[in-house]
């Protein structure tokens, strides 16, 4: 079969592999769409910790089941399935707290176990068993399933920084994220969603998000126009959804008493020290929280809102490949041409 093999640090091609086994407790999948993320570009860029080359990547996926393991039970060839890439013990401290996403165990697909740049993967028994296999509703189309990640993690986020009803929220960030960002927000309710982003090609392509007030931040005081958009009182939800310490301490100028402050996007490793006036926090009595990543109930959910037509997710994608040309695709991710970026390794 044909996958895309990361060999090592910059070192990324399509190559014809062997076809993996189906274990008796496992699913094969035949991949029909996986989306390109921004961490995808990062693996290639900078490699990871957590992979050790050879490894197919790709963490967005989702299928049609080819073979399922035969102690396996509850799946059926030729289901339409979407699959979540993080795979908690169901074990630990904190997976029986419901706490997924703070396994101490934690793998994920396409970091320890190959991902879906290929055309077969098999999903491990691990995640067949904590509930990470899901069957795609009848109405949604497997290149918006293959967005379910992305927007369970943005789910994860507002559950835990509690977008308002009538409230105002920041998005910090105009890429594919924040653009869910501001959908989630506003299907939670929220009365004026700000959106600022430093590129002027990303805050042209954020339109899609919808927001009520574009920052150009690298024009504008982005906190001083935020105090001017809330009549002085600021916002009650900030979500930094990019990888800038500078944002995240803006952030905490942006957010206004009793408000919340998530920092979604993670900053690149050795450079993760920022400067916070701590005073803001102290005497605003605001909660600065982060988030990464998702549980299985957050894919789940994900699903729901997109077969329901709660958040459009398919408007997201700019830009489609083949398998064989995927050096393309990460080229479009990794210059910020376009949003999402499917890969279709079932159509040669
Ligand atoms: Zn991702
Ligand atoms: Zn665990």
Redesign the pocket.
Known sequence: MQAVVLEDIHKLSVQDVEMPECPADAILVKIEACAICATDVKVYRYGHKLIRPPRITGHELTGTIAEVGKELKGYQEGDRVAVAPAV?????Y??RRGL?TM????TAIGYHYDGGFAEYMVVPPRAVGNDCVNILPENVSFEDAALAEPLAAVLNCQEISRVNLGGTVVVIGGGPLGCLHAWIARAHGAAKIIMTELSPERLELSAIAEADVYINASQDDSVKRVLEETGGRAADVVIVSCSSGRAQEQAVGMVCAHGRVNFFGSLPKGNSTINLDSNLIHYKECFVAGTHGSAPRHNKLSLKLISKGITRVGNLITHRFRLAKFLDGIAVVEQGKGLKVIISPAKR
């Open positions: 908690p013990c169901g074990e630990c904190y997976c997924q396994c101490a165990n934690l």
